[in-house]
């Protein structure tokens, strides 16, 4: 008589465990997808690679190693709007760019200060 009474003890807090655990996952995968990059990470590209960069929350900042890329707003009367998206050429910031082979890095911080970071590699 003891087992089954340890039985449905153990299944409800067995189960409340895995819902835990699968909350942080889904909140830590939507904190991520604020801000996109067509670039993989540790890949190799050539300088005509257009980058293209989306933010949910609208773009702030864009650094490459280190080095803050200027950004034009949009202005309607005093407001700035929004710029949610920016498509740009790696050979523009060329000087920005290490040797070949060295790792780049590309820091993209949107309105709400979520931060997203790419390592690449340019040929």
Known sequence: S???????SVSPSASTAPSEAS???EASAKAKTFITINLKKNKTYKKS????????KGIKTV??????IKIKFKKKGK???K???LNFKLKKYKKLLKKKGK???ILVVD???HKKTVKFKVK
């Open 49 to 56: 690679k257009k980058v293209k960069i989306t933010a949910k």
């Open 103 to 105: 790792k780049n890095k």
């Open 23 to 25: 909350e942080s996952p």
């Open 79 to 81: 407001k700035t709007l």
């Open 63 to 68: 650094k490459i190693n280190g080095k803050k």
């Open 2 to 8: 003891t087992a089954p009474s340890e039985n449905p």
């Open 83 to 85: 710029l949610k998206k």
């Open 111 to 113: 309105k709400k200060g």
